[in-house]
Every structure is written in structure tokens, then in C-alpha cells.
């Protein structure tokens, strides 16, 4: 019997043991790594040190984007001294003196809805200046407080929206880059967070003699863009009056340098102001220059005709033999656009005249392969990798989806779709004596550490022969000294460039009184500073490209052909 219970206690010991052995092994092998987390949570307290966001310059180094000083109001309610309506009469008549304020009875009301939660810790309010921080903290209210948040400050207000971008807040609540370069660039420019480490006592309390151990904040780099301010003025500001003028519901407006692809100018309206962002519809965000597509029209009928030089089936004096009236393919017909037809007329009077029938023959003489190699070479179809975060691009249709009628209205720019800036980019071929070259708006992107920096990458290829370009610019200066925008252009700027009117397709079909009006062009044609397109979405004064988008066109060009000094 006293041998029977010795056994029974020794197994009782010998499964203690093993019990204990295996916690051990469970606190030290399976669970260490997650116990030595919090044991190190529990002894040291963490703290993320934001880090500035990087700022943008023009290329004069004129700041157009800074960081200004703002503050997160806060309050911790078991702090908090009288009621929640006594809280929100004394602080909402403050807050309403700034000026991305709600009303003053929306704002009370908001306040309420946020007090009434379960969390003891309530925001009552972000962005907020450093005047209205001392105005509240006067009102000596327990339980408040505030901590700094930079925000973004715009010297030039909203002169460069769509091409800059906002500051937002992601959804963990972090500053986010969205829209434009602040969206393209958002990894440079944010930097890299700080992480301050302190000890703390076994109550919590930070340990005084403790040493504090501090990972250094990375502040994020800066931009220096291409951008030139005072053509960025002339280009808003005459844009804005064209829309007024005309009476157009928008209109875009870009300009490149034609040797380095940089953007110099670049302007859309509607537009919204940056640092009061969400004021504004969110449809406004997308630059239209590189997110928005368009149907072209006669703008595109110079990648057709350059084409066709290229490829040696026509010649600048090779006549048009299907000129002396429409032209019927299937059950549909082609015709001028203003019902006058030149018979045996020239290559260079078919884009004088901007004649669609002698753009269907031209197409015809290519024939589909060729014509599709061609404008897929201009980079038409795919992305010019311009620094904006939102740019699309729609692919071009495989080539046994094109029917003979496709390739018919392809020739003068219907039925393709493209960008604003596949526009600027591909012409610029033309002024760059063939060689195509990825348009940029960022020049350098440097830290303030130190003097190093570096350029982005942009595609630079060859395109077209120096002899087709010579030939195009000869027939593209033909066409603005002698075509119907020709009452406008300024007397002493030799421009090469082109007029286009293209309908707005609705639901299937083409809306015979919308139109998107458009002129594009380079000058001064012989040595090309700059290549500028303007566009005119439904003016209301005249559809045509040449009574509203040309000689607005040549109104922004003489302007900056004398501040250049081109003239």
C-alpha cells in the first residue's frame, strides 16, 4: 500500500515536472519573441518624429509649394471642466473666424457628434493656424490640447493646381500625397519618420537618468520643376479669358520646351484650390491634361501625313486623285468639312485646307499595317510617363478590329482617343526634328542634407528622318500662313501648326453641335523654343478651332515670344 501511494505521488511529480518544463519551453521557445515585444513595450515608451515633407520649386527656384505651422485641437474628456455645450459656445466662435470653416451652427453641430462617441479622446478640428491656437488656448478651458501637423502653403494659391496636387491624410491618418506631383512623388517627398525611444519606471513614468535613444528623422527631398512662372501666368491667365470669350464649358493649355520635353506652362479650368482641397467637387482633382481623352480631330491629320512621307507612298507635290468629291466607303460617305472639294490638289494643300477626303486617300495609300506602326511610333496608345500620378492612356485596338471606315475617319483624328500631353509629346517630334522625347515636369529632386540630386529618366528615340520633319514643318507653316486661322496669327512669329475641330461623341454618336476646339503648333518654326496646345471644350461663340483655339493660340504665343525674346 505505502509502496502503491510512493508510485502514484512520484508520477504526480514527474507530470508536474514535465507540465512545468513544457510552460518553459512555451514562454521561451513558441512565445519568446511575442513576450519580449511586450515586456519591451511595457519598460520603453515609442514616439514617431514626422518628418517634413519635401517642397517645390519653379526653375527660378521660387518656392510653390511650402509647409506652414498648423495644429490638431483635441480634447480628453475626463478633464474636461462644464458641459459639452458650454465646450462648444465658447470655441465655435473662434473656430469660425477661419476661413475653410463650416458654418457656424453646421460647426456646433459636428462638435457634438464627435463629443458624443464612446472615446474619451476626441479631435475636434485639424488644420487650424497659429493665430486661432492662441485664441482658444486664452479661453483657459481644461482639457484641451493641441499638437502640431504641418500643413501644405501654396504662395502662388491655386495658379498651378492640377499639375501640383494636394496634401490629404491616408486612412491610418498619415499625410498623403494625391493628385499631380504630390501624388507622383509622394514617396520622395514624404521622407522618413524619426522614432524616439524612452524608459520608463514600473508606474509608467519616463526614468530621467535614462538615456533617450532617437532614430533620426530623414526630412523628404525637394522638387525643382521646369516650370516657368511667368509663362505659367500668361497661359492661365489668357486661358481663362478664351473660356470667358468664347464661352467654352473648359479648356486645357500646355507648353514644353521642344529640346528638353520640359514642361514650361501647363493650366486647366475648372480648377480647385490646393489647401482647401476638400471644398472643391472631387472630379475636379484629375488633371485633364494627362487623365482626360479626346477625340482630336484635324490635329492629328500631321502623324498621318508625316507618316506617309515616312513610308515614301506620297510626296509633299504628290496630287490627290479622289479629291473632286466625297468619297463612299460601305454604306457611308466622306466629306470636306465645308463642302468645298479641290480636285488633283497636293499634299501640302490637303493640310492647308485641312481636307478630310484627301486624309482618307493618304490612309488609303499607307493601308492599315503601316498607318497603325505609324501613330504607335508617335507613342500614341500607351503612356508618356509624364510625373503626374493620374495619367491614362487608352490602348489602340488590335488591328482586325479596324474596318476600311475606321482607318477612314482615323485619318483626320476621329475615332481614336488620346491625352492632351500624347498631343504635346507627339508633335513635338515635328519641332525635334524627329526624335521623340518624354515630356517632364520635375528638373531635379534634392535633399536638404546635402548638394546631391538627380534628374528623372525620360525616353528619348528617333521617330521620323530629319527630311520628312523638314517637310512637315514646311506644309504645317503652309497651313497657319495661308489657312483659315490665318487672321490671327501674329505678323513677325513664323508658327508651324494646326487647326482641329473634332465632334464630342455622345452615346454612339457624334453631337453635331458640341465640339472640342483645338489649335497646336510650335514656334519659331525655324529654330522651335516651344510646342503649346489649346483646347476649347463646346465654345459656344463658334465650334471651330480656327475663330476660338487659334487666335487664342497666337494670343499666348506673341506673349511669350516677347518675354523670350523670339521676336
Known amino acids: 500500500m505505502t509502496k502503491s501511494r510512493f508510485s502514484i505521488l512520484l508520477l504526480l511529480l514527474l507530470a508536474f515536472n514535465l507540465t512545468v518544463s513544457a510552460r518553459f519551453f512555451y514562454w521561451q521557445v513558441v512565445a519568446g519573441e511575442e513576450l519580449a515585444v511586450a515586456a519591451q513595450q511595457q519598460r520603453f515608451q515609442f514616439a514617431e518624429v514626422t518628418a517634413s515633407r519635401g517642397e517645390i520649386f519653379s526653375s527660378d527656384s521660387y518656392p510653390l509649394v511650402l509647409n506652414k505651422p498648423a495644429f490638431l485641437i483635441y480634447v480628453y474628456l475626463p478633464h474636461l471642466k462644464g458641459t459639452i455645450d458650454s465646450l462648444t459656445d465658447k470655441i465655435v466662435p473662434v473656430l469660425d473666424h477661419e476661413k475653410n470653416s463650416s458654418p457656424a451652427a453646421d460647426l456646433k453641430k459636428e462638435i457634438k457628434e464627435r463629443l458624443s462617441g464612446k472615446s474619451k479622446w476626441v479631435i475636434l478640428r485639424r488644420r487650424i493656424n497659429e493665430k486661432t491656437k492662441k485664441e482658444i488656448e486664452n479661453l483657459e478651458i481644461n482639457g484641451l490640447g493641441f499638437e502640431r501637423e504641418d500643413i501644405r502653403d501654396y504662395p502662388e494659391a491655386s495658379m498651378a493646381a492640377h499639375l501640383l496636387g494636394f496634401v490629404g491624410r491616408d486612412q491610418s491618418g498619415k499625410p498623403k500625397g494625391y493628385f499631380g506631383l504630390e501624388g507622383f512623388y509622394n514617396q520622395q517627398l514624404s521622407g522618413s519618420p524619426g522614432l524616439l525611444i524612452e524608459e520608463k519606471n514600473v508606474f509608467g513614468k519616463p526614468i530621467i537618468s535614462a538615456n533617450r535613444v532617437k532614430e533620426t528623422m530623414r526630412p523628404g527631398l525637394n522638387l525643382q520643376l521646369y516650370l516657368d512662372r511667368t509663362a505659367q501666368f500668361i497661359l492661365a491667365d489668357k486661358l481663362k479669358e478664351g473660356l470667358e470669350k468664347y464661352g467654352a464649358k473648359s479648356g486645357w493649355g500646355v507648353i514644353i520646351d521642344s529640346q528638353t520635353g520640359g514642361v514650361l506652362a501647363m493650366a486647366s479650368f475648372p480648377n480647385y484650390d490646393p489647401e482647401l482641397y476638400f471644398s472643391f467637387d472631387q472630379k475636379l482633382f484629375p488633371n485633364p491634361i494627362a487623365a482626360e481623352s479626346f477625340e482630336p480631330g484635324s490635329i492629328f491629320k500631321p502623324f498621318v501625313m508625316a507618316t506617309a512621307l515616312e513610308q515614301g507612298v506620297v510626296k509633299p507635290e504628290t496630287k490627290c486623285t479622289k479629291c473632286s468629291g466625297p468619297v463612299k466607303i460601305g ?237
Not at 508617335?378 to 490602348?395: C, H, P, R, V
Not at 488590335?398 to 475606321?406: A, E, G, L, R
Open 331 to 567: 454604306d457611308d460617305k466622306i466629306e470636306t468639312w465645308n463642302g468645298q472639294y479641290r480636285p488633283n490638289c497636293t499634299m501640302r494643300e490637303i493640310i492647308q485646307y485641312s481636307d478630310n477626303v484627301g486624309m482618307v486617300f493618304v490612309a488609303q495609300e499607307l493601308g492599315k499595317s503601316k498607318l497603325l506602326a505609324g501613330i504607335k511610333k508617335f507613342g500614341f496608345g500607351q503612356k508618356t510617363e509624364i510625373d503626374l500620378q493620374e495619367e491614362n492612356s487608352l490602348a489602340i485596338r488590335p488591328s482586325n478590329q479596324w474596318y476600311p471606315i475606321d482607318l477612314a475617319t482615323l485619318s483626320f483624328g476621329q475615332g481614336i482617343a488620346v491625352t492632351p500631353i500624347q498631343m504635346v509629346q507627339a508633335f513635338n517630334v515635328l519641332a525635334n526634328k524627329g526624335r521623340l522625347i518624354s515630356p517632364k515636369i520635375v528638373k531635379r529632386i534634392w535633399s536638404n542634407r546635402n548638394s546631391h540630386y538627380y534628374q528623372p529618366e525620360q525616353k528619348n528615340r528617333r521617330v521620323l528622318s530629319q527630311k520628312t520633319t523638314s517637310q512637315m514643318k514646311e506644309m504645317l507653316v503652309n497651313a497657319v500662313e495661308n489657312g483659315e486661322a490665318k487672321w490671327a496669327k501674329p505678323k513677325k512669329l513664323i508658327v508651324a501648326g494646326k487647326t482641329g475641330t473634332a465632334q464630342i461623341p455622345i452615346r454612339g454618336h457624334y453631337d453635331k453641335e458640341k465640339t472640342i476646339a483645338s489649335f497646336i503648333g510650335f514656334a519659331p518654326a525655324d529654330d522651335p523654343k516651344f510646342v503649346m496646345l489649346i483646347s476649347l471644350r463646346e465654345p459656344s461663340t463658334s465650334p471651330w478651332g480656327s475663330e476660338t483655339a487659334a487666335p487664342l493660340w497666337f494670343t499666348i504665343a506673341e506673349r511669350l515670344a516677347y518675354y523670350w525674346n523670339l521676336l
